[in-house]
């Protein structure tokens, strides 16, 4: 509306906006506007065009793009952006800033020794463990193959050791199931 209400004379504008339809539904219009001078008044006239499912697609593709596919974790595009948004926090004083990184010991020999869906198996159960493990806001991450980060606000060093020992037990005590029905033991450092 404020973008209407600058308009001069033959200006026109573009707008997206979100509107609640009257059936209960939300509904992204694309408004191309113009403000047009008549005896007497100033008339703004319009076209509205329905685009909530290229909407409804491009969030899609964003998510797509910001999330690993084979965990559901943040990948490390993601993590990137949310670790230099929480520096900038950081260095601002609004926030307490730590990260964790992990790695999955000898990653290479279970993919070798029980062959690559055992491996995806393994990833799977880690990204599982790391967000039980951790409190809501906080970031998880597959950063590389076998490698994980936890960015987190905790506080301490005490803090941040224990969530350590916590995401090392978790991980530990849940040995991923195998296709064929065994499970294979997993750490990480």
């Known amino acids: 509306v404020t973008a209407i209400a600058g308009l001069a004379a033959g200006d026109s504008v573009v707008l997206r906006a979100r509107v609640r339809h009257r059936e209960g539904h939300t509904v992204w219009l694309r408004l191309h ?61 609004r926030r307490a800033l730590a990260l964790l990184i992990l790695d999955v010991d000898r990653f290479k020999s279970i993919n070798d020794t029980h062959g690559h869906p055992a491996g995806d198996r393994a990833l799977q159960t880690i990204a599982s463990s790391l967000a039980a493990a951790v409190r809501e806001d906080d970031v998880v991450a597959r950063i590389g193959g076998e490698e994980f980060a936890v960015l987190t606000t905790i506080g301490g060093p005490t803090d941040l050791s224990a969530l350590a020992h916590r995401i090392g037990a978790l991980i530990r005590t849940t040995d991923p199931l195998l296709a064929d029905g065994s499970r294979i033991s997993v750490t990480a450092s």
Do not use: K, Q, W, Y
């Open 33 to 93: 506007a113009r403000l047009v001078n008549e005896p007497g008044r100033r008339v703004i006239r319009g076209v509205a065009i329905d685009v909530t499912e290229l909407v409804e697609a491009h969030d899609r593709m964003r998510e797509r793009a910001e999330i690993d596919e084979l965990t559901g974790l943040a990948n490390r595009r993601s993590f990137d952006r949310r670790l230099t948004d929480a520096v900038a926090d950081f260095h601002s004083g």
